[in-house]
Nanobody, 119 residues
Framework: QVQLVESGGGLVQPGGSLRLSCAAS????????MNWYRQAPGKQRELVAT???????NYADSVKGRFTISRDNAKNTVYLQMNNLKPEDPAVYYC?????????????WGQGTQVTVSS
């Protein structure tokens, strides 16, 4: 079995920072692309940031310049550093990864972590 476990969410004031982590564990041959999504109440889940196995990154326009995605391949972990958080950023944040187990590759999701921005 493969699991993705997120941590690091919480309550922060506008302009504040949070760092999310997501660690993959289990029978893993390789972890390929890793992504962060978010879903606010009443809205569709949206892609926030993505990072390839070779650390090429891409961001949604709404977070460019404020969020940074990174990964530690030795730990099968992806991070999302969120700076200058705004009132439009609160959501449940989910990590997502394409993971190979031998010859097969599947997409796995974490359970989500809540980010709240409030003064």
């Amino acid at each position: 079995q493969v699991q993705l476990v997120e941590s690091g969410g919480g309550l922060v004031q506008p302009g504040g920072s949070l760092r999310l982590s997501c660690a993959a564990s289990g029978r893993i041959a390789s972890v390929n692309a890793m992504n962060w999504y978010r879903q606010a109440p009443g809205k569709q889940r949206e892609l926030v940031a993505t990072i390839t196995k070779y650390s090429t990154t891409n961001y949604a326009d709404s977070v460019k310049g404020r969020f940074t995605i990174s990964r530690d391949n030795a730990k099968n972990t992806v991070y999302l550093q969120m700076n200058n958080l705004k009132p439009e950023d609160p959501a449940v944040y989910y990590c997502n990864a394409r993971i190979s187990r031998g010859l097969l590759e599947d997409v796995y999701w974490g359970q989500g972590t809540q980010v709240t921005v409030s003064s």
